[in-house]
């Protein structure tokens, strides 16, 4: 029997204006950095996905907080936890 750890980190920010989210997700082979953004008035907004290392994920996150506080965003939504499965 293996375990295998699934990371979870989701944050949302927020202006008047403007969103901006991040989670990380398992895809088939390694970590993915997903990112969203757009405005709250319109449609338009974007999705971007980035392939990370888990040891690059602390000071990505760092890294997207500093900027969105930089640019007046406020952390609306956050969920931090390590998920363990077992597979047989």
């Given amino acids: ?8 980190n989701r944050r949302r920010f927020t ?8 989670w ?5 082979f ?4 997903v990112k969203t953004w757009g405005s709250l008035t319109s449609k338009r ?3 971007q ?3 990370i290392r888990f040891s690059d994920l602390p000071s ?9 506080f930089s640019h007046g965003y406020a952390i609306i939504e956050s969920g931090v936890g390590i ?3 077992q597979i047989s």
Wanted: proline share 2%; hydrophobic share 35%; charged share 20%.
């Fill in 15 to 22: 202006t008047k204006t403007k969103y901006y989210q991040y």
């Fill in 83 to 85: 998920n363990a499965v």
């Fill in 49 to 51: 996905s980035i392939p």
């Fill in 1 to 8: 029997m293996e375990t295998l750890l699934g990371y979870q």
């Fill in 60 to 68: 990505l996150s760092a890294n997207i907080e500093k900027r969105r």
């Fill in 30 to 33: 390694d970590l993915v950095l």
């Fill in 45 to 47: 907004g974007n999705q």
């Fill in 24 to 28: 990380v997700q398992n895809d088939l």
